[in-house]
C-alpha cells in the first residue's frame, strides 16, 4: 500500500496510536511493538507510529492501517530521525509516514530540512511527518514540502513552555492560519478529554502514546494518585 496525500483524509478526526518501549524495558522488543499495535487497531485505532527499524517491519506485517514511522538516534537536540540517512532507512523498513524533527535547528548530516524532505520523497513512496516545536516550524515545514505538521516537540525546544496538558494554545494559532497541511495533535495527550480538546482547537487528527501504550507510566500515574 502507498499512502498518498489524497489518502490522509481516512485519518481525519481519527485516533493515532503510538506504541514505543524505551531501552532496558521488557517491552522494548520488536515483535511486542507489533502486537500492542495490533490490539490499538482492535481498538479503533486509524494508523500507528513506532520507532525504530525492527518496530516498523514487525508492526507492517502486524496491522492494515498506516504505518508512521521514526529513527530516535540521541537524547539532545535534532533525534528524531535526524539525518536523510535515517529518514530513508525508516522508509525502506516499510513506514508509509516518516516522521522527522520538523524544527528550524541545524540537522547533524548539514542538510537543511527541506533538503531532507525532498530527498526523503525523492528516494522513497513515504510522506513526510514533520515534528514541531512551535508555530515558525509548522510554518517552515509546510513551506518546505512536509505532508504532515505535528505539535511533538512543542515544550522541548526552548520555544514553549511545557504544558500540563497538550499544547492546545498552539493548536489553535496553527489550526488558525490554514497552512493547508494536515496538523496531527502529539505530545502530554493523556486522558480522552485531552484528546476531545485537542480536536476541538482544530488537529486534523490525535496521537495518543503513553497514555495507551506504556504500562509504567500509567501504574505510575494511578500509586501516585493513590499516594500522592
Known amino acids: 500500500m502507498i499512502l498518498t496525500p489524497e489518502g490522509l483524509e481516512a485519518l481525519r478526526s481519527q485516533l493515532i496510536v503510538s506504541c514505543q518501549a524505551y531501552p532496558g524495558e521488557p517491552m522494548r522488543d520488536p515483535r511486542t511493538t507489533g502486537q500492542v499495535a495490533a490490539s490499538a487497531v482492535i481498538g479503533g485505532a486509524a494508523a500507528i507510529r513506532v520507532q525504530g527499524l525492527s518496530d516498523v517491519q ?5 496491522v492494515e492501517v498506516p504505518v ?3 529513527w530516535k ?4 537536540g535534532v533525534f528524531i530521525t535526524p539525518t536523510l540517512r535515517h529518514a530513508l532507512a ?3 523498513a516499510g513506514a508509509h509516514i516518516v516522521a522527522i524533527d520538523g524544527t528550524r535547528r541545524a540537522r547533524p548530516d548539514g542538510l537543511s530540512f527541506k533538503q531532507t524532505v525532498e530527498g526523503i520523497h525523492a528516494g522513497s513512496h513515504a510522506l513526510v511527518m514533520a515534528d514541531c516545536g512551535s508555530y515558525a516550524d ?3 515545514a509546510v513551506e518546505a514540502g512536509a505532508d504532515l505538521i505535528g505539535t511533538t516537540l512543542s515544550g522541548y525546544t526552548g520555544e514553549r513552555p511545557k504544558t500540563d496538558g497538550p499544547d492546545l494554545e498552539l493548536l489553535a494559532e496553527i489550526a488558525g492560519a490554514e497552512l493547508g497541511k494536515p496538523l496531527i495533535a502529539e505530545g502530554r495527550i493523556h ?10 482547537a482544530g488537529a486534523f487528527a490525535v496521537v495518543v502514546g ?3 501504550t506504556h504500562p ?13
Open 68 to 70: 508512521i514511522g521514526l
Open 191 to 200: 486522558t480522552p478529554a485531552h484528546a476531545r480538546q485537542a480536536l476541538d
Open 210 to 212: 503513553t497514555a495507551i
Open 90 to 92: 525508516v522508509a525502506n
Open 73 to 76: 538516534d540521541g537524547h539532545d
Open 138 to 140: 509548522a510554518v517552515a
Open 58 to 62: 514487525f508492526t507492517r506485517t502486524a
Open 216 to 228: 509504567a507510566s500509567i501504574t505510575g500515574w494511578f500509586k501516585g494518585a493513590m499516594h500522592g
